[in-house]
Every structure is written in structure tokens, then in C-alpha cells.
């Protein structure tokens, strides 16, 4: 093909990028999908690669030609670096004159030899470059294939891993000079207009990560536990492609001296207001917040859920919660070791949540701390074997007489759980999607409470924090809703495989789940 056909040809694709739709030509009889990678470089002079393959469906006779068409708007002729071509084709880079033209890249099969057979696919075609914004990804790209005529059409682009970013880091927690890693502390990643993308745990040694991440810039967020303070509790983010922005935190203790009480301290404070005899060191307020940080800092844990204070109703009244917390403090003569152990459980909890005791303090001679004393004290409580339940008692009540604890009775190999709030919600249970991965389609289920209809909102968005559909928009009624997604978007269009978010919104809180879509 000469010069002077390519010229008409590109300038008859710039024409066609611009007609709407019903005027463009027929669905084309081929199809070409390129592959983006990412190579090497900082943000600023980043290099990537192009790899297109082109399948030729039914065109006869055979496809002889190949041409890529670049937007100038989306890729600068500037960062062009090389390209690369089959064997036995030739090729020729045409740079149109003027700065805005689009400038394209053309593959002719010269010798016959690997001329593209319908029903067959030819690969090997290359473009690198560098792109001069970290942030986004190349424009819009055309290309035309013939064999006497020409058959346009877009390219799909297939990002490859190699694009995305990710975020790592390292929470660790400073008590009394000492560094250790903090373990089970929640960690969540935020969109810049804060809508929440993802949500993890740091692992035993302090360890979290956001892979997968589209280039950007984001928010990361820790839960900061009960009893410590964090250097920030939010950092920004800016993700590269290639390698992973680390984001650490360093929480360090409350200032907290050791001030613990006995079971006879609490079950006093207790029947005090429930028998209105005696006088109580503890505000009916206080005990009232004691019992709700329970609930949320223990009891809901997402890692360790410390269950020994439950109270049927979550929003009770607080008399109610204070018979229960009487009946676990008050165990008589006939009452079993798991009752006794169930009684100091519950008294080191209530030091813990009223900040007596910090749960990084130190309270055995071999260096466990009290966050391991409960979460060690927990399981065996919960085992079913009755002859651990001593155990768990003795543990507890020296902690809360302030006495040492033998070396040996809590391994210092327990996990450090440093307790905290899971997210509250008005959903009487956490809104869940099935499947998940998904295929075709997924349902997202969940359940409101209260008495009347409440707005409510579900939305679809993808990994950059756009929305990508608007499954519900409408008031509902309390009870259980189940919301089918097919894949598509608002406009009918069927997205890609990857990670996508939803974001369930009500009057009063926000719930979000991840989906993994297939193809």
C-alpha cells in the first residue's frame, strides 16, 4: 500500500471516530484486542507496551494489512519508542503533519506467507511507548484491517496486571518504649470523595494490603483501637502503576495506670442501682458505656468475637443490661467453674472498657499481654472442655487483683487481637452477595429494620470509585430484599471482568461489600 492510500485511509478513519453510530459502517468481520502492559519507569516517564492480536472472523480472501491509529489526545506522538511486526510483514510509521492529527502505525503482509485466514488469529504486532500522566491510561485508539477493502473498528484493550498499582504497609503499636507489630487492627481504603473501596486486617505480624489498584490517589483509613491514639488516623495515598505505595501507621498506648478492680468492685456498682441500697464510685452513665463498648469493641469483633456478655436486645434498656451483667457477677455456691470463669471474664472486660487497664499491659512473667489474656481466656471458655475452665478463672482473677501471672498460663504465642469497633449498621444483618465470584449475574441481599419504608440507595461502582449502575433508588419496606446484577451498566453496557463495590445507603449508615466478576 502507498503512501497516498494511507494518508486517504487515515484521514477516512478520522472521519468515521467522529460520525455517531448508526452512521459508521456495518459490525466489522474482524476483531482485534490489544494488551496493555506497563514495562518500567517513575510516574512521568512511564513505559508501556501495546501487543494487539487480530482475528480475522469471515473476511475472504484473506486479511493483508493492518493499521493502528493513535489519538493524539490520548497518546503523544512525542512518547512513541519502537514497534515490533510479524514475520514476513512489513511496516511503515506515519507521522501526519500538524500536532493534532492522529498518527498510526501500518503492518503489510508482503510475501503471503502469514496472510490471516478467516476463522484464524495473528498476534505479534507492538507499540511501546512513555505516558507522561501516572494517573490515567492512553486515549481512544481505531484500527483497519483489509484485503483489498477496508474494515474498520475500535480495539479492545485487555489491561494487564502489570498496570495496577496497590497500597502495603505496617501498623505497630509503642508501649512503654517497646515496638511490637499490632495485629487484627482494621485498615479501610477510601475513594478521594470517601466512599469506602475495601477494608482489611492487618495479620499477626502487623502486616495489611490493598492490591489491585487502579493508579490514583486514595485514602487510607485505621481503626484505631480502644486505649490507643494513631500519628494519623488518615493518610492520602498517590498509586503508581508497578510497584506498591507503602502507607504505615504507629499507634501508641493511652498513658494508662494500672488501676484494675475485683469481681466484689463491679457486682457493688451493679446492685447498687439495681437494689437503690449503697453508694455506687460508677455513674449509671458510666456503666451504661461500659456495657455498649462491650457489645462493640468484643462482642461484635470481627476476628475474635468475645461473647460472654450478650444481651438479647442490642438497644435495650439499660436495667436490662445491668440484670444481665448481676447475673454473670453473681455466681453462687452450686454454680459451676465455667460460671466463675465467665464471672472474672466479664470483670476483665469491664477494667478494660474503662480504661483501668490498657491491652497492651504486660501481665504475665513471661511477657503476654492483656489482649492475649482475653483472647486466650476466650477460647477456653468456649472449647466445651470443662477442664480448662479453671484455667481461664485463675487467669482472669490475677489479672484482676493485679497480681503477676505465672509464666506459661497464657502463651506468649497468642495472637495479639487488639480489640476495636467493627462498623456499626442499621441492617439487622450484614448485607451479603451470592454468588461471589460471579459469572452472569449475582444477587446482593440484606435486611432493614424498623417500622416504616426508609429510602434507600444500591449502587455498582468499579475500582476508581465511578458508578457503574444504580440498582435501587427507592423507598422499601423493612424486611429482607434480595437485588439481582447482570454485569450491565446504567447504559446497557456489559462491563469487564475485575473487582467492583457496592454501596448499600439508608438514612442513617452506609454498608459496602466487594464483588468479583468473571468472564
Keep these: 500500500m502507498n503512501r497516498g492510500a494511507i494518508v486517504f485511509l487515515l484521514a477516512f478513519s478520522a472521519v468515521l471516530l467522529f460520525l455517531p453510530a448508526s452512521a459508521q459502517a456495518a459490525p466489522s468481520a474482524v476483531n482485534v484486542t490489544a494488551t496493555l502492559s506497563y514495562l518500567s519507569g517513575p510516574p512521568g516517564s512511564q513505559v508501556f507496551r501495546f501487543d494487539y492480536s487480530i482475528t480475522n472472523l ?10 493502528v491509529f493513535f489519538d493524539s489526545d490520548g497518546l503523544n506522538r512525542a512518547d512513541f519508542v519502537e514497534y515490533a511486526t510479524p514475520y514476513s510483514w512489513d511496516d511503515v510509521f506515519v507521522f501526519p503533519e500538524g500536532p493534532d492529527h492522529a498518527w498510526n502505525v501500518e503492518w503489510d503482509e508482503l510475501a503471503g506467507l502469514n496472510r490471516i485466514e478467516p476463522g484464524s488469529t495473528l498476534g505479534g504486532f507492538s507499540v511501546t511507548f512513555t505516558w507522561n500522566d501516572p494517573s490515567s491510561l492512553p486515549g481512544c485508539q481505531f484500527f483497519e484491517a483489509w484485503n ?11 489491561p494487564g496486571s502489570s498496570l495496577l498499582g496497590g497500597i502495603i504497609g505496617t501498623v505497630v503499636s509503642v508501649c512503654g518504649g517497646s515496638t511490637t507489630a499490632a495485629g487484627g487492627v482494621t485498615v479501610d481504603l477510601y475513594s478521594l470523595d470517601n466512599l469506602l473501596l475495601a477494608t482489611t486486617l492487618t495479620d499477626a ?12 490517589t486514595y485514602k487510607v483509613t485505621i481503626v484505631t483501637p480502644m486505649g490507643f491514639t494513631a500519628d494519623e488516623e488518615t493518610k492520602t495515598a498517590v498509586v503508581p502503576m508497578g510497584d506498591p505505595t507503602v502507607v504505615d501507621f504507629q499507634l501508641t498506648c493511652l498513658d494508662i495506670t494500672p488501676a484494675q478492680r475485683t469481681i466484689g468492685y463491679w457486682k457493688h456498682q451493679v446492685n447498687v442501682y439495681l437494689t437503690g441500697k449503697g453508694k455506687a464510685q460508677e455513674s449509671l452513665a458510666d456503666l451504661s458505656v461500659y456495657m455498649e463498648q462491650i457489645r462493640i469493641h468484643f462482642n461484635e469483633n470481627v476476628l475474635n468475637p468475645v461473647k460472654v456478655f450478650m444481651v438479647d436486645d442490642p438497644d435495650g434498656q439499660v436495667v436490662d443490661s445491668l440484670a444481665v451483667l448481676q447475673g454473670l457477677l453473681t455466681v453462687n455456691k452450686d454454680g459451676t467453674m465455667l460460671d466463675r470463669a465467665k464471672q472474672q471474664m466479664v470483670a476483665l472486660l469491664l477494667n478494660v472498657v474503662s480504661l483501668k487497664l490498657s491491652q497492651a499491659y504486660v501481665i504475665s512473667a513471661d511477657g503476654a499481654n492483656v489482649s492475649q489474656a482475653i483472647t486466650y481466656c476466650d477460647g477456653l471458655i468456649e472449647d466445651h472442655d470443662a477442664t480448662n475452665d479453671e484455667l481461664a478463672k485463675d487467669v482472669c482473677d490475677y489479672i484482676n487483683n493485679g497480681l503477676v501471672v505465672p509464666a506459661g498460663w497464657v502463651p506468649v504465642g497468642t495472637e ?9 449498621s442499621n441492617l439487622t444483618d450484614t448485607a451479603r452477595c451470592y454468588p461471589n465470584p460471579f459469572f ?9 429494620k424498623g417500622d416504616g419504608s426508609q429510602p434507600v440507595t444500591l449502587k455498582v461502582f468499579d475500582v476508581t470509585g465511578r458508578a457503574v449502575r444504580t440498582l435501587v433508588d427507592r423507598a422499601l419496606e423493612p424486611g429482607s430484599h434480595a437485588v439481582a446484577w447482570d454485569g450491565l451498566s446504567d447504559a446497557g453496557i456489559r462491563t469487564s471482568s475485575g473487582v467492583y463495590f457496592f454501596e448499600l445507603r439508608t438514612l442513617e449508615l452506609v454498608t459496602t461489600g466487594k464483588l468479583v466478576m468473571r468472564r
Excluded at 205 to 216: A, K, Q
Excluded at 416 to 424: G, L, S
Excluded at 440 to 448: Q, V
Aim: aromatic residues 12%.
Design 205 to 216: 505480624e502487623g502486616h495489611y494490603s490493598f492490591p489491585g489498584l487502579t493508579p490514583g
Design 58 to 67: 469471515d473476511v475472504t480472501p484473506n486479511l493483508a494489512g493492518f493499521i
Design 148 to 158: 483489498g477493502e477496508a474494515h474498520e473498528g475500535t480495539t479492545t484493550v485487555i
Design 440 to 448: 452472569g449475574s449475582t444477587s446482593i441481599s440484606f435486611a432493614l
Design 416 to 424: 495479639i487481637i487488639y480489640y476495636e469497633k467493627d462498623r456499626p
